[in-house]
T-cell receptor, first 113, second 112 residues
Framework: NAGVTQTPKFQVLKTGQSMTLQCAQD?????MSWYRQDPGMGLRLIHY???????DQGEVPNGYNVSRSTTEDFPLRLLSAAPSQTSVYFC????????????FGSGTRLTVV | DQQVKQNSPSLSVQEGRISILNCDYT??????FLWYKKYPAEGPTFLIS?????DKNEDGRFTVFLNKSAKHLSLHIVPSQPGDSAVYFC???????????FGEGTQLTVNP
């Protein structure tokens, strides 16, 4: 039981490049989310999904795309990387209930130069 | 606007004493409140939660208190241990639990 797996763990991009952050979970969770963590700002929700084929925007969606074709996978695409997207990105998954909380991956540290 | 706020960036306590971490929120539609712990270079770990219909939930050394009229929740850790040193985030969600809104976090340091 691997939980939530994020790849890669580290990435350096040049401004304007695109890339996909991968996220997979093996717990059959319906809910999945992407967050970014920046100093002094906590975790901010980028996009989330309540099931395969269903996605919605969070607080800071600009510059990011998501899709959810399977229950297990929820990739995050950066369309044209900008220095403001330098951050630590966390993927998380959860049962469809507010009481059990989300299980987080170990994060991807992204630097855009 | 910051719907969930943790006003103390840091807290330092002695081992064995009580740690009290505080959190305020503005959205009266929140139904669930959660606390997460985060060590460096790791993802946040779910610690404890409480429903808006309750005012207290306890799990071992950890107790969460909810004061709906004041829109305030707190996490009590008794007794505090050096291994509790981490960043603690409070979070809140609506009835479905699909969207979590986090506070800024409080760095707890427990000194031996």
């Amino acid at each position: 039981n691997a939980g939530v797996t994020q790849t890669p763990k580290f990435q350096v991009l040049k401004t304007g490049q695109s890339m996909t952050l991968q996220c997979a979970q093996d717990m059959n969770h319906e809910y999945m989310s992407w967050y970014r963590q920046d100093p002094g700002m906590g975790l901010r929700l980028i996009h989330y999904s309540v099931g395969a084929g269903i996605t919605d925007q969070g607080e800071v969606p600009n510059g990011y795309n998501v899709s959810r074709s399977t229950t297990e996978d929820f990739p995050l695409r950066l369309l044209s990387a900008a220095p403001s997207q330098t951050s630590v990105y966390f993927c998380a998954s959860s049962y469809s209930s507010g009481l059990y909380g989300y299980t987080f991956g170990s994060g991807t540290r992204l630097t855009v130069v | 606007d910051q719907q969930v706020k943790q006003n103390s960036p840091s807290l330092s306590v002695q081992e064995g004493r009580i740690s009290i971490l505080n959190c305020d929120y503005t959205n009266s539609m929140f139904d669930y409140f959660l606390w997460y712990k985060k060590y460096p270079a790791e993802g946040p770990t779910f610690l404890i939660s409480i429903s808006s219909i309750k005012d207290k939930n306890e799990d071992g050394r950890f107790t969460v208190f909810l004061n709906k009229s004041a829109k305030h929740l707190s996490l009590h850790i008794v007794p505090s241990q050096p291994g509790d040193s981490a960043v603690y985030f409070c979070a809140a969600s609506g009835r479905s639990g699909s969207r979590l809104t986090f506070g800024e976090g409080t760095q707890l340091t427990v000194n031996p």
